[in-house]
């Protein structure tokens, strides 16, 4: 399929954009403005886990809509043989699957790479600067989101284009930077040899180090989801606490070691995790651990790190490379 067959898009007629996540899929019909920029016409999220397949998804949403005859996908894991595969999605999905919907041509790109596209669109509006300067020096990009899993992404400026860079952030070893980050390391390795930087800064992450947290105290883990040790933290709970500032604290150290691989100039976070869990950011040593490099400090310090507010980021970056792919 060549996605530069798609002059239609250029024009202005209205395609599908997916963002697929491990927890949930959103869906919208999206149109490219005269301006360049995309237009969300209509919207809608489901719950991965009530459809035994995103070719469900995609039926059901496209029943109520009518026909379209492009579909851009951002979603997470790679694609090997027609078939995106990922230990976060509750399924396959299946490009050849969505093509006999009558769709003429479907595309997909990692979720991050999609979020990366979607950064250029940001405004001031659309983000909350957590830490750092208003205004970055020119530089590569990194975009973060803890999430069902922990995705990262490069983005690299190359003339009037943009390169996307991306990665497996999230399975690189948690470094725990204190004797109590240590003490849970050491209790999450009793029954794995590899802890993952996810294992802690994802949304299963948290769930899981609550209940790290709990088992070193010797107490019960009264929490069953990551949304409720969020508000068991708010309630003073000591170990949900604790959890959560841990995470902002080892988010900080994961983003300022991802910012010095890839030499970015400037950080953004997307997901809705740290969204939900803002209010503790200040309370937490996420910018003191972001810029703790020794030598490499000053350097940090010069890089604004921003949490992206904006409900249709996957959706717009997926449309976004869509249409930049679809240039002659």
């Known amino acids: ?8 898009v250029l024009q202005g007629a209205p395609f599908l954009a ?53 579909i851009a ?10 078939k995106v595969m990922s230990n976060n999605l509750p399924w396959p999905v299946s490009l050849a699957e969505l093509r006999n919907l009558g769709i003429a041509r479907v595309a997909v790109v990692n979720d991050f790479v999609a979020v990366a596209h979607a950064v250029q669109c940001m405004t001031p509006d659309n983000s909350v600067l957590l830490s750092g300067p208003t205004v970055a020096m020119p530089g590569p990009t990194l975009i973060v989101g803890p999430g069902t899993g922990l995705g990262a992404a490069y983005r690299i400026p190359i003339g009037n284009r943009t390169a996307v860079l991306p990665s ?40 899981k180090l609550y209940r790290t947290l709990c088992a070193l105290d010797g107490v019960p ?43 970015a100039t400037s950080v953004y976070i997307a997901g809705g995790i740290v969204s939900k869990m803002r209010d503790f950011m200040d309370r937490s040593r996420f910018h003191a651990r972001f810029i703790n490099k020794g030598v490499m400090r000053a350097a940090l310090e010069q890089v604004p790190v921003w949490l992206i507010d904006y409900p249709h980021t996957g959706i717009i970056g997926a449309a976004a490379w869509y249409v930049e792919q679809s240039v002659a």
């Open 1 to 8: 399929m060549n996605i530069r067959n798609a002059a239609s």
């Open 18 to 70: 997916m963002d697929v996540g491990g927890t949930n899929a959103r869906l919208a019909i999206v149109q490219r403005k005269p301006d360049g920029t995309i237009g969300v016409l209509d919207q809608q999220q489901y719950a991965g886990a009530g459809f035994d397949s995103l070719n469900d998804i995609a039926a059901d949403f496209l029943s109520t809509r009518g026909p379209v005859d492009d």
């Open 73 to 82: 996908i951002g979603c997470t894991g790679v694609l090997r043989d027609d």
């Open 168 to 207: 497996e952030a999230g399975q690189i070893a948690l470094a725990p930077g204190n004797p109590r980050e240590v003490a849970v390391l050491a209790k999450m390795m009793e029954n794995r040899s590899h802890v993952s930087a996810e294992q802690i800064t994802s949304g299963p992450g948290l769930l």
């Open 221 to 263: 883990a009264r929490q069953e989801t990551p949304a409720a040790v969020t508000d068991a933290a708010r309630a003073g709970e000591t170990q949900a606490l604790e959890a959560v500032l841990m995470f902002c604290d080892v988010l900080g150290s994961q983003l300022g070691d991802l910012a010095l691989v890839g030499s």
